[in-house]
């Protein structure tokens, strides 16, 4: 059985912006390009809602900005 702090958390482009240290737009841009974190859509491919996984922000960043500590969601 899984504990709550084992479960997924899903963001909102606005929280996976804050905890990249992004502005939102920058953000929709990256995914747009296809260069910005692993993204999920709940709804219709189209108009769907976007979210991350709190993991996947934490991966892009590994591999892309050895430096980057990302800001953690409170």
């Known amino acids: 059985m899984n504990s709550v ?3 997924i958390q ?3 482009t606005e929280e996976a912006a804050e905890i990249l240290r992004i502005a939102p737009d920058r953000l929709r841009q ?20 976007i979210f ?6 934490h991966k892009y ?12 969601k409170r």
């Open 61 to 72: 960043f590994v591999r892309y900005d050895q430096n980057f500590e990302p800001r953690e």
């Open 5 to 7: 702090s084992e479960e």
């Open 10 to 12: 899903y963001l909102t």
């Open 52 to 57: 991350y996984k709190k993991e996947d922000l």
């Open 30 to 49: 990256l995914r747009n390009e296809g260069k910005g974190p692993a993204f999920y859509r709940r709804g219709d491919s189209e108009s769907g809602r």
